[in-house]
Nanobody
Framework: QVQLVESGGGLVQAGGSVRLSCAAS????????MAWFRQAPGKEREVVATISRSGADTAYVDSVKGRFTISRENAKNTVYLQMNSLKPEDTGVYYC?????????????????????WGQGTQVTVSS
């Protein structure tokens, strides 16, 4: 098993930047594919970005491409989400997640169910 703890959320103005971090403990971090999800008020949880075990492969939902960057440091057991040019519609609770299952297409509606371990979430609020 792996335990995940997110940090770095907060209130930011539109156009600003925030970096989220997710610290993992437990099993070997590099055994897991990692992802960031978000959930806006009244909406379903959606995948934002995923990263392979080595960090060589990443994928993003269309709405954040060119603005968000997912990365990981296996030596530090940490995954990051750098969020630039933030928009009010980026507001939500951001969750870090881990899985050993094979990757799915970003458009696959089963993305959330394919991740087995979740952090508690961190709130990001973007004001207009």
């Amino acid at each position: 098993q792996v335990q995940l703890v997110e940090s770095g959320g907060g209130l930011v103005q539109a156009g600003g930047s925030v970096r989220l971090s997710c610290a993992a403990s437990g099993r070997t971090f590099s055994d897991y594919r990692m992802a960031w999800f978000r959930q806006a008020p009244g909406k379903e949880r959606e995948v934002v970005a995923t990263i392979s075990r080595s960090g060589a492969d990443t994928a993003y939902v269309d709405s954040v491409k060119g603005r968000f960057t997912i990365s990981r440091e296996n030596a530090k057991n940490t995954v990051y989400l750098q969020m630039n040019s933030l928009k009010p519609e980026d507001t939500g609770v951001y969750y870090c997640a881990a899985t050993t299952r094979p990757p799915l297409l970003m458009s696959n509606p089963s993305q959330s169910r394919s991740f087995d371990y979740w952090g508690q979430g961190t709130q990001v609020t973007v004001s207009s």
